[in-house]
């Protein structure tokens, strides 16, 4: 989503209505104040995680831990 905003952001927000570019921003739009409505759930997994309250909205995420082990696979 964040992308399709950028996206439509970088055309200068002066395209047509029928321009893929502008029915994508205007889809995401329509999403997004689906999720903030209620009416859509993000997929976020059962699993224990620590649970922030900001306002209105819930993030839940797990534990985030940086090792050495954790970063194995990502060095060429």
């Given amino acids: 989503?964040?992308?399709?905003?950028?996206?439509?952001?970088?055309?200068?927000?002066?395209?047509?209505?029928?321009?893929?570019?502008?029915?994508?921003?205007?889809?995401?739009?329509?999403?997004?104040?689906?999720?903030?409505?209620?009416?859509?759930s993000l997929p976020i997994d059962g699993g224990a995680g620590e649970v922030t309250v900001n306002g209105t909205f819930a993030v839940k995420s797990r534990a985030q831990v940086f090792t050495d082990t954790a970063f194995a696979g990502m060095v060429l």
């Fill in 1 to 40: 989503m964040v992308c399709v905003i950028a996206r439509y952001n970088l055309w200068r927000r002066d395209l047509p209505e029928d321009h893929p570019v502008y029915i994508a921003y205007r889809d995401t739009l329509k999403a997004l104040r689906e999720i903030a409505d209620g009416r859509v």
